[in-house]
């Protein structure tokens, strides 16, 4: 049995608390070409927020998945394809890996049939999600590997993310990574900006992650990507 995201190669992450790029609309972010849409952000994000935005993308036919932070931002609305959920494995505290999860799960009906974690290993000691989540991004690439294999092999993980939010990171940790899986699917995140950039990840990763191009650069800076990630 196939999962969706076995066939993704790229992933367009919107975090609902930033705006487009001027003069741009969801309609067009949907034209990119990318394979899926994860709504999802670190810092500032509320239900309301998450609601605007698969309400302006729930039109399209793009794969619509939700990213939430805690379970207060969780929408349940059908227009979503599914929930993706971060399990940090280098988190500093066990609400990031089980935590949070459990609240959710006390405070309401989880939709199981639609809901995935994904088994993130952060790796840029800079960015939001490792100060909020208290993660060691001191990781040597043999640690990545092993990280990786432990999420698949013992955790029973369907979706690897190597993260390095906001910088590109090691394609060597990539490599790595990927090659201690056996059916796993590999994300990987981080500093994404062109078309060499995202073709570079996309050698090694399964899936490549864009997320702040779409604010920052726009539409046609994502097509790109979109290109880079399907030509690997």
């Known amino acids: 049995m196939t999962a969706p995201w076995d066939d993704w190669d790229h992933v367009l992450k919107i975090d609902p608390d930033k705006r487009l790029v001027e003069g741009e609309t969801f309609e067009d972010v949907c034209r990119t070409g990318t394979d899926a849409l994860e709504i999802g952000g670190t810092l500032d994000v509320t239900s309301e927020k998450m609601e605007q935005v698969i309400d302006a993308c729930a039109k399209y036919d793009v794969p619509l998945y939700q990213e939430p932070s805690n379970p207060a931002v969780v929408v349940e609305d059908e227009a979503l394809d599914g929930y993706l959920v971060p399990v940090v494995l280098n988190a500093g505290g066990v609400s990031w890996v089980t935590g ?11 939709d199981w049939d639609r809901t995935t974690t994904e088994a993130y290993i952060i790796m840029n000691p800079d960015a939001s999600v490792a100060e909020l989540t208290g993660a060691d991004c001191d990781q040597s690439v ?6 990786a294999e432990l999420a ?3 955790l029973g993980q369907e979706i690897v993310y190597v993260e390095y939010s906001g910088t590109f990171g090691d394609p060597e940790v990539v490599a790595a990574a990927q090659e201690a899986l056996d059916a796993a699917t590999l994300f990987y995140g981080g500093g994404i900006h062109d078309y060499d950039s995202a073709y570079a990840m996309a050698r090694h990763a399964d899936t490549v992650v864009v997320g702040d191009l779409v604010h920052e650069e726009g539409v046609d800076a994502v097509a790109e990507t979109v290109d880079a990630a399907k030509d690997a």
């Open 100 to 110: 949070a999860h459990k609240e959710w799960v006390r405070i309401t009906d989880v």
């Open 152 to 154: 698949e092999q013992m």
């Open 142 to 147: 043999e640690d990545v590997a092993a990280y």
